[in-house]
């Protein structure tokens, strides 16, 4: 009972001299929490934009030298870090050339299953398909992804299946839901193309090679040559 006492004693002599926790102390818990939220934002704004270089680099020395020839001391040279440091974001380059799929093409893919959601005349539908993939890849360093997949995929399957997973199985759903869509409302007379989409497909796989390959010698218009093959499957009507 006595210990019980002293025990209550002790802790209300605590109290009274500790007191209620003032004002001040109150803002410099806040200043303090406050201070170490900016200092984690900046932590983080550094971070991503460290990880973007890093992709940025990579996307550099892969197209430049091949998915095989690439060194991660390279590609950490163009981004002005240590080695090292790419490891605390991609455990390998595998992985890295995986994560430049992800951020440089899933988002296009994206963009391409929302089109297709889109309630409008085929016509309407594949031309927004031929501007979004004319804009986002063949005039962007993007097309170097692909490039890259149709030359080095047979060597790295690995690659390629994931390649696969991550855009070409989605687009070929994007399409194909598109095109039954159209067979079912008669916008088009037969279902090859939802058993096909790739005839579709295919013109923009030759637009990348050929800008890769040849386009220094005879340019092309990748605009014009998607509008032709459309009047060609799908008539010579013109979407206004």
């Keep these: 009972m006595a210990r ?28 303090v929490s406050a201070a170490s939220e900016e200092a984690g934002g ?17 996307l550099e020395e892969i197209s430049a030298r091949g998915f095989e020839a690439a060194r991660l001391d390279d590609v950490a040279r163009r981004a002005g870090i240590a080695k090292g440091t790419i490891y605390l974001y991609f455990s390998d380059k595998e992985a890295l050339f995986q994560e430049l799929v992800r951020s440089y093409i899933s988002p296009v893919v994206g963009a391409i299953e929302h089109v297709s959601h ?58 194909r839901g598109v095109l039954r869509r159209a067979f079912e409302r008669g916008e088009i007379s037969n279902d090859a193309l939802v058993c096909f989409p790739q005839l ?13 390959l040849f386009d220094r010698f005879e340019p092309l218009d990748v605009r ?16 206004t």
Aim: without cysteine; proline residues 4%; hydrophobic residues 50%.
């Design 42 to 58: 900046a932590r983080a704004k550094r971070g991503a934009a460290r990880r973007d270089a890093i992709l940025a680099a990579a």
């Design 224 to 239: 014009a040559m998607l509008r032709a093959h459309f009047e060609f499957i799908f008539g010579t009507g013109r979407v």
């Design 200 to 212: 579709l497909i295919a013109p923009g796989l030759v637009a990348i090679m050929w800008k890769s």
């Design 118 to 175: 889109v309630d409008a005349p085929i016509r309407v539908i594949f031309e927004q398909f031929a501007e979004l993939f004319v804009r986002e890849i063949v005039e962007t360093r993007r097309k170097d992804i692909i490039r890259l997949v149709l030359s080095e995929g047979p060597r790295f399957p690995k690659l390629a299946e994931f390649y696969f997973r991550e855009v070409i199985s989605r687009a070929l759903v994007a399409v």
């Design 4 to 31: 019980a006492r002293i025990k209550r004693v002790s802790e209300a002599t605590r109290r009274r001299v500790a007191g209620p926790v003032s004002d001040a102390a109150k803002l410099a818990r806040s200043s």
